[in-house]
């Protein structure tokens, strides 16, 4: 489609980039390069950003929503959370502070009266960039000249949403964020249907975090708060049940009375749960008892110690999102993950938590979502599944059918032979008594069928031969039939069946040599013009497979080289 190109970096650009306060790490500045290319280009953008929590995705959204309210036109922010939004909102409007750029936050943290005014000054041009949660979802937002939206967390949102956002803004560039892509956006990016560019250069000075997984031990949970309180630091314990949460905590209180705890979850008044973050943020607590109302862009460099309650029961990407809490600065942190005692996990939640503490290292929340895609699988490229194992198709199948609408989409046609069906009551398998490996097998089926003209197909026979020996009769029938495909395929034919000894091909056109060879042959042959169909009659009385195959090639033979059929092939 096309969409609106934006011009090159202004003088503003250039000042507001100089006053970022770190040097961009490598895959960050490429990052840029990427959406900026993108941005100008004369085609609607859909790029995700793939970084790690706290690699510096938040200043590529930075520069591009600068991008485009300096060329006056407006961005829309959508962000999970009520205090991600918070967040980003100060970040925002610290950055744009010496420009004239308005930046705006709703969320339930506003008024209703506060969201109204909001709303209508969006809808007159007067707000540049607007930062909400999915209230910016509802229908009174109306950009008044929108150019950009730009979806963090992109993981948190489902499919309706992240497409009700499309729909509605068809002609906008669109940026996504996140640190671990769920399976369906990962599949799509690495298909080729979306464009990513992956930030795994760390920030200097980080530390890999140290991750412990087993069962839960009230020791072990006492000693590593103490410890974090003891070096002037903070701690996250999380416990994502609400109804038990207060009780969660009054244990913790029992346990270790010397120490400062707060508990947030998001089921709090919206004032209590803002002031709740604001003490922690104060050092007012040493510990915080919450839910995963964590996972989301909170940013405290204090905390440097994690500790989860029920790991098993947390998605890998949430839990990677949620360690990624802790570890912000140069001091070395701790992740500790908790199932319950005296239990076994399910197969895939070990799975998950193997996988986190075998991906300590910075930088893998690419390959965690990689490992993700692998436990859950793909999910449905074009409905609302955004994981699930393409079972029904098989896999190989389904990369076929989605590389080729993507080439067709791409007005790339493939130049493919288009074979016909072929239906014979004939024995041509690969028996197991010859190649005794059953992936061998399918390799082999699969190299046969995908033989597109003869040399393939010899090549195919001579690989066959030179691995397990000379093929037996079924193996060869096998061949015959893909080489009479091949044939049929030369004249157009949608199908060939053999039933009875009659041959019938349908859907094909003879030229006036072809035509006159068959009717020199006489009544064993009917060709019906207008209806493209041929029919001759084969005598298969006490003939082998392989002796009805060869009367099929032989007589394809004759029509494709438009030969008077001699008496042999008429008696075969």
Same mark, same amino acid.
């Given at each position: 489609?096309? !969409?609106?190109?934006?011009?090159?970096?202004?003088?503003?650009?250039?000042?507001?980039?100089?006053?970022?306060?770190?040097?961009?790490?490598?895959?960050?500045?490429?990052?840029?390069?990427?959406?900026?290319?993108?941005?100008?280009?004369?085609?609607?953008?859909?790029?995700?950003?793939?970084?790690?929590?706290?690699?510096?995705?938040?200043?590529?959204?930075?520069?591009?929503?600068?991008?485009?309210?300096?060329?006056?036109?407006?961005?829309?922010?959508?962000?999970?959370?009520?205090?991600?939004?918070?967040?980003?909102?100060?970040?925002?409007?610290?950055?744009?502070?010496?420009?004239?750029?308005?930046?705006?936050?709703?969320?339930?943290? &506003?008024?209703?009266?506060?969201?109204?005014?909001?709303?209508?000054?969006?809808?007159?041009?007067?707000?540049?960039?607007?930062?909400?949660?999915? @209230?910016?979802?509802?229908?009174?937002?109306?950009?008044?000249?929108? !150019?950009?939206?730009?979806?963090?967390?992109?993981?948190?949102?489902?499919?309706? #949403?992240? %497409?009700?956002? @499309?729909?509605?803004?068809?002609?906008?560039?669109?940026?996504?964020?996140?640190?671990?892509?769920?399976?369906?956006?990962?599949?799509?990016?690495?298909?080729?249907?979306?464009?990513?560019?992956?930030? %795994?250069?760390?920030?200097?000075?980080?530390?890999?975090?140290?991750?412990?997984?087993?069962?839960?031990?009230?020791?072990?949970?006492?000693?590593?708060? *103490?410890? %974090?309180?003891?070096?002037?630091? #903070?701690?996250?314990?999380?416990?994502?049940?609400?109804?038990?949460?207060?009780?969660?905590?009054?244990?913790?209180?029992?346990?270790?009375?010397?120490?400062?705890?707060?508990? /947030?979850?998001?089921?709090?008044?919206?004032?209590? *749960?803002?002031?709740?973050?604001?003490?922690?943020?104060?050092?007012?607590?040493?510990?915080?008892?919450?839910?995963?109302?964590?996972?989301?862009?909170?940013?405290?460099?204090?905390?440097?110690?994690?500790?989860?309650?029920?790991?098993?029961?947390?998605?890998?990407?949430?839990?990677? #999102?949620? &360690?990624?809490?802790?570890? @912000?600065?140069?001091?070395?942190?701790?992740?500790?993950?908790?199932?319950?005692?005296?239990?076994?996990?399910? &197969?895939?939640?070990? /799975?998950?938590?193997?996988?986190?503490?075998?991906?300590?290292?910075?930088?893998?929340?690419?390959?965690?979502?990689?490992?993700?895609?692998?436990?859950?699988?793909?999910?449905?490229?074009? !409905?609302?599944?955004?994981?699930?194992?393409?079972?029904?198709?098989?896999?190989? +199948?389904?990369?076929?059918?989605?590389?080729?609408?993507?080439?067709?989409?791409?007005?790339?046609?493939?130049? =493919?032979?288009?074979?016909?069906?072929?239906?014979?009551?004939?024995?041509?398998?690969?028996?197991?008594?010859?190649?005794?490996?059953?992936?061998?097998?399918?390799?082999?089926?699969? @190299?046969?069928?995908?033989?597109?003209?003869?040399?393939? *197909?010899?090549?195919?026979?001579?690989?066959? &031969?030179? $691995?397990?020996?000379?093929?037996?009769?079924?193996?060869?029938?096998?061949?015959? +039939?893909?080489?009479?495909?091949?044939?049929?395929?030369?004249?157009?034919?949608?199908?060939?069946?053999?039933?009875?000894?009659?041959? =019938?091909?349908?859907?094909?056109? *003879?030229?006036?040599?072809?035509?006159?060879?068959?009717?020199?042959?006489?009544?064993?042959?009917?060709?019906?013009?207008? $209806?493209?169909?041929?029919?001759?009659?084969?005598?298969? /009385?006490?003939?082998?497979?392989? =002796?009805?195959?060869?009367?099929?090639?032989?007589?394809?033979?004759?029509?494709?080289?438009?030969?008077?059929?001699?008496?042999?092939?008429?008696?075969?």
């Amino acid at each position: 489609l096309p !969409g609106h190109a934006f011009g090159p970096d202004g003088e503003w650009q250039l000042q507001l980039e100089a006053s970022f306060p770190y040097r961009e790490t490598p895959d960050q500045a490429a990052a840029i390069e990427d959406v900026k290319d993108d941005m100008e280009a004369p085609h609607p953008m859909d790029r995700l950003i793939c970084g790690d929590v706290g690699f510096g995705k938040t200043e590529v959204a930075i520069r591009a929503a600068f991008k485009v309210a300096s060329q006056e036109k407006q961005v829309l922010m959508l962000v999970p959370t009520t205090i991600l939004a918070m967040q980003h909102h100060e970040t925002f409007r610290q950055r744009f502070e010496p420009f004239p750029v308005k930046v705006e936050m709703i969320s339930r943290f &506003r008024s209703q009266a506060e969201a109204r005014r909001i709303a209508a000054d969006f809808r007159e041009g007067r707000i540049d960039v607007l930062i909400g949660t999915h @209230r910016l979802l509802s229908s009174d937002i109306i950009p008044r000249d929108l !150019g950009l939206v730009i979806v963090d967390e992109e993981q948190r949102f489902g499919v309706a #949403q992240k %497409e009700r956002l @499309r729909q509605l803004r068809l002609k906008v560039d669109v940026l996504s964020m996140t640190a671990t892509p769920i399976p369906r956006t990962l599949q799509m990016s690495l298909s080729g249907v979306r464009d990513i560019s992956i930030i %795994e250069t760390p920030p200097a000075g980080r530390n890999p975090i140290r991750t412990f997984v087993g069962e839960y031990d009230d020791e072990l949970v006492a000693r590593a708060i *103490l410890r %974090e309180r003891e070096r002037g630091g #903070q701690v996250f314990y999380l416990h994502n049940r609400v109804e038990t949460i207060e009780r969660q905590a009054q244990q913790l209180r029992l346990l270790l009375p010397d120490v400062r705890f707060l508990v /947030a979850h998001g089921q709090m008044p919206e004032k209590e *749960l803002e002031s709740v973050m604001l003490a922690f943020l104060d050092g007012e607590a040493d510990v915080l008892v919450c839910t995963s109302i964590i996972e989301s862009g909170l940013d405290i460099p204090t905390a440097n110690t994690l500790i989860v309650d029920r790991a098993d029961a947390l998605g890998l990407a949430q839990l990677y #999102q949620i &360690r990624g809490r802790i570890g @912000r600065s140069e001091t070395d942190a701790h992740a500790y993950l908790f199932y319950p005692p005296f239990t076994t996990p399910t &197969r895939d939640a070990m /799975a998950r938590l193997s996988t986190l503490s075998d991906y300590t290292e910075l930088g893998s929340g690419f390959r965690i979502a990689m490992r993700d895609l692998e436990i859950r699988g793909a999910g449905n490229l074009l !409905g609302d599944e955004q994981s699930g194992h393409v079972a029904a198709v098989g896999f190989d +199948m389904y990369l076929d059918l989605l590389r080729r609408a993507v080439a067709e989409f791409r007005n790339e046609p493939e130049q =493919e032979l288009a074979l016909p069906r072929l239906e014979v009551d004939i024995d041509a398998y690969i028996p197991d008594d010859y190649i005794p490996f059953e992936a061998a097998r399918i390799e082999a089926h699969h @190299r046969i069928a995908a033989a597109r003209d003869a040399e393939s *197909l010899e090549r195919a026979e001579a690989e066959l &031969r030179d $691995r397990f020996g000379p093929p037996p009769e079924v193996v060869r029938n096998l061949l015959a +039939m893909q080489e009479i495909r091949l044939r049929a395929a030369a004249l157009g034919a949608a199908s060939v069946s053999l039933r009875k000894g009659r041959l =019938e091909l349908s859907d094909i056109s *003879l030229d006036s040599g072809q035509r006159q060879s068959l009717e020199q042959a006489g009544s064993q042959f009917a060709y019906h013009p207008l $209806r493209r169909l041929l029919v001759a009659w084969l005598d298969q /009385a006490g003939k082998r497979d392989s =002796e009805a195959l060869t009367a099929i090639r032989s007589l394809l033979d004759a029509i494709i080289n438009g030969l008077v059929l001699n008496k042999d092939t008429q008696s075969n």
